[in-house]
């Protein structure tokens, strides 16, 4: 049987067999989207091949735990190769640049603040704690198109291609994203999944 023809969540279940055909079509529809956001996040080459590596015995182990209502198959995956690519970069401790750091690295202190009153020092933090707030509240695949594009600086074509997903999806996510954090921030709610 060719199971290339299979979608992925069809392929997933295999994987849950352990059919390991089914996880070398996943790897071959995936391994570059994931091995270009590693390569991104860490800037070295061999490191991004053994995330990568790291992603895919993942998924043989973990295909059990993905949840199609939750997010696609390759925003399930591009999920998994950031946070792997972030506790690589921990391990090693290396501090994230400015464009590898995730929505939980934004923690009381980490932001930087303008002024040196205390009143304004206390306000700024309290306004970090809002947002963070707000954005962990968003839908994972409305969360993972604003990491992409504000943490790892991909343009909205190249989430697109990341994704596997078209421009006018990419494009919908990030403005539905941003009126939802904005109306959160504006009346200090949380946001509405």
Do not use: C
């Amino acid at each position: 049987m060719d199971l290339t023809s299979l979608d992925d969540e069809a392929l997933l279940r295999l994987i849950i067999q352990r059919n390991q055909e089914a996880l070398g079509v996943i790897y071959d529809r995936y391994s570059r989207l994931v091995f270009s956001m590693a390569l991104h996040a860490v800037g070295d080459r061999l490191a991004a091949e053994e995330i990568t590596q790291d992603v895919f015995l993942r998924v043989w182990e973990k295909a059990g735990t993905y949840r199609s209502e939750a997010a696609k198959v390759s925003t399930w995956l591009a999920s998994i190769a950031r946070y792997r690519s972030i506790d690589y970069l921990r391990r090693r401790g290396v501090r994230l640049d400015h464009s590898s750091i995730g929505w939980e690295d934004l923690t009381p202190g980490s932001m930087p603040v303008t002024d040196n009153e205390p009143e304004d020092y206390v306000e700024q933090e309290s306004e970090h704690w809002r947002i963070r707030r707000a954005i962990t509240h968003l839908p994972e695949e409305q969360r993972l198109v604003l990491d992409l594009a504000y943490f790892f600086g991909l343009s909205h074509s190249e989430i697109s291609n990341h994704l596997g997903e078209p421009l006018g999806t990419v494009k919908t996510r990030i403005r539905l994203a941003m009126q939802k954090l904005r109306e959160a921030l504006k009346n200090d709610l949380p946001v509405e999944k």
